[in-house]
């Protein structure tokens, strides 16, 4: 656009050097994702993907967990003397609230988390009913 030399025409802004937008898009997703995601906003798990993807959710939330016990001192910090001059007890006090902060941090991530593995497992769970049901349907007919 701004290249140009003055008095000429301006790329329109739905085109991008020879593609419009959706196409610069879509060889975007092309060239980072391998493709753009199906139509809807919708995506396919089988089971076994799907208990993959609740194992590797669960190993983060055991890590965020032993970082979590690792982590609480840093929200305990004291110093060695006392009494505090007014610069030891400004330390102590941001990194106490460094250390709250962090652990504060890392229980929204556990709670997020959590909330995630819930809603896999019962994604999950509906796909083993609905191929029970779908297989007791089946030898009825």
């Known amino acids: 656009m701004g290249d140009q030399p003055s008095g000429q025409a301006q790329t329109p802004p739905n085109e ?8 610069a898009i879509q060889a975007l997703a092309t060239h980072v994702f391998g493709g753009l995601p199906p139509s809807g906003g919708k995506f396919t798990m089988d089971t076994d993907q799907l208990n993959d993807a609740i ?3 669960n190993d983060l939330l055991i890590e965020l967990r032993q970082d979590a016990t690792k982590g609480a001192p840093m ?9 505090l001059d007014q610069a030891g007890q400004a330390f102590v006090e941001a990194a106490n609230a460094s250390g709250v902060a962090y652990l504060k941090a890392n229980k929204a991530q556990q709670d997020f988390i959590t909330e995630y593995i819930n809603k896999l497992v019962a994604v999950r769970d509906g796909h083993v009913e609905a191929d029970h049901d ?4 089946l030898k009825k007919a």
């Open 16 to 23: 991008v050097r020879g593609f419009t937008r959706s196409e």
């Open 75 to 83: 929200a305990s910090v004291s110093a060695a003397g006392t009494p």
């Open 55 to 57: 194992k590797q959710w």
């Open 134 to 137: 779908g297989a007791v349907q």
